[in-house]
């Protein structure tokens, strides 16, 4: 029989890869002005106009707490995770002030800032850092630092 401590390791791992898993499909959109808005429309309305491209999003909205002057992020989830996938690799020809990131769980946000300066510096040495499931690799090699 399992320890009990054993266990709950075990399911909180699982959990966070379910949310993980769950994520896959979704981007965050920042810098986005806020009006009264339907994010959905919204969204598929920029990505049309910048991009020349129709995303089938399932669902949009804004997250956070409101802040004089400064918009919240958009939270986007897409039917398919191809078309999330050219969004992100398309993001540089988004208006530039509208900026595309993953969402990502709070853990793996905490552990990919802590990873940001070995990433730049491989980015700078021109190999392709990738920051997945809360683990880095380097031109497709888990980095072990």
Same mark, same amino acid.
């Given at each position: 029989?399992?320890?009990?401590? +054993?266990? #709950?390791?075990?399911?909180? &791992?699982? =959990? %966070? $890869? !379910?949310?993980?898993? #769950?994520?896959?499909? $979704?981007?965050?959109?920042?810098? =986005?002005?806020?009006?009264?808005? $339907?994010c959905v429309t919204k969204l598929q309305s920029l990505l049309y106009n +910048? /991009? ?13 707490? %409101? *802040? /004089?002057? &400064?918009?919240?992020?958009? !939270?986007? &989830? ?8 050219? =969004?992100? #690799?398309?993001?540089?020809?988004? #208006?530039?002030? !509208?900026? !595309?990131?993953?969402?990502?769980? $709070?853990?793996d946000l905490e552990v990919k800032k802590l990873y940001q300066d070995i990433?730049?510096?491989?980015? *700078? ?6 920051? @997945?499931?809360? &683990? ?6 888990? @980095?072990?630092?």
């Open positions: 029989m399992k320890r009990p401590l +054993t266990d #709950s390791k075990n399911n909180l &791992k699982r =959990i %966070k $890869n !379910v949310e993980r898993y #769950s994520r896959d499909f $979704n981007l965050r959109f920042l810098n =986005i002005p806020e009006e009264d808005e $339907n +910048t /991009l020349g491209y129709e995303a089938n999003i399932e669902n949009a909205h804004r997250t956070g707490r %409101k *802040q /004089l002057g &400064k918009p919240r992020h958009i !939270v986007a &989830k897409f039917l398919y995770r191809p078309e999330r996938r050219k =969004i992100l #690799s398309n993001r540089r020809n988004l #208006s530039e002030n !509208v900026w !595309v990131v993953e969402d990502l769980i $709070n853990e990433m730049k510096k491989a980015f *700078q040495e021109g190999k392709k850092p990738r920051f @997945y499931h809360g &683990k880095l690799y380097i031109d497709g090699v888990p @980095y072990r630092g």
